[in-house]
C-alpha cells in the first residue's frame, strides 16, 4: 500500500460554497494510484467541506441561505464575537457540518456521484486563505 499528502491551498471569493472538486480531482490522478480511500480534512473551525450537488446553482443558493437562517450573525446572541459578528455563526456552522471527508478511489479516478462536487463551505464574512489537506491511500 502507498500513501500520499498534499496542503490544498483554498482562496474562497466569499462566504459559501466553492467547488474545489477540479484541484482534488487533479492531484489525484497525478498521484498513480489505482484504487484507494482520499480523506480530505479541512484545518480550520471557520470553514467545512461538503459533497453537494455541483449541477443546479439553486441548491447552493438554498443551503447557504439555510445555515445564514439556523446561524444568524448578532451581536447579542452570542458571547464569543472575538473576530466579529459571524465569528460564533461561522463556528456553529462548522460543527453542524464536517471538516473532514473520504471518497474512493477506484481505477485512478474519484467515485463521486455524476451531479456530486467536493465543496470548501467558507462561513466567514471576510475569507481568509485556507488549507485542506490531502491524503490518499491506496494501491
Known amino acids: 500500500m502507498r500513501q500520499t ?3 490544498l491551498q483554498a482562496r474562497p471569493a466569499r462566504r459559501g460554497l466553492t467547488e474545489i472538486t477540479d484541484a482534488v480531482r487533479g492531484w489525484v490522478a497525478k ?3 489505482s484504487a ?11 470553514a ?3 459533497i453537494q450537488e455541483n449541477a443546479a446553482r439553486a441548491v447552493r443558493n438554498d443551503l447557504e441561505k439555510f445555515f445564514d437562517e439556523l446561524a444568524p450573525e448578532g451581536d447579542d446572541l452570542y458571547e ?13 456552522k462548522t460543527a453542524l457540518t464536517q471538516v473532514q471527508l473520504n471518497v474512493p478511489v477506484m481505477d ?4 463521486l456521484g455524476t451531479w456530486q462536487g467536493i465543496y470548501l463551505f467558507e462561513h466567514r464574512a471576510r475569507p481568509s486563505p485556507r488549507e485542506i489537506v490531502l491524503h490518499l491511500a491506496g494501491e
Open 5 to 7: 499528502m498534499f496542503v
Open 31 to 33: 498521484q498513480e494510484i
Open 36 to 46: 484507494g480511500l482520499l480523506t480530505l480534512f479541512c484545518r480550520h473551525t471557520s
Open 48 to 50: 467545512s467541506l461538503l
Open 80 to 92: 464569543h464575537d472575538d473576530e466579529g459578528p459571524d465569528d460564533m455563526p461561522a463556528h456553529l
Open 108 to 111: 485512478g479516478k474519484l467515485m
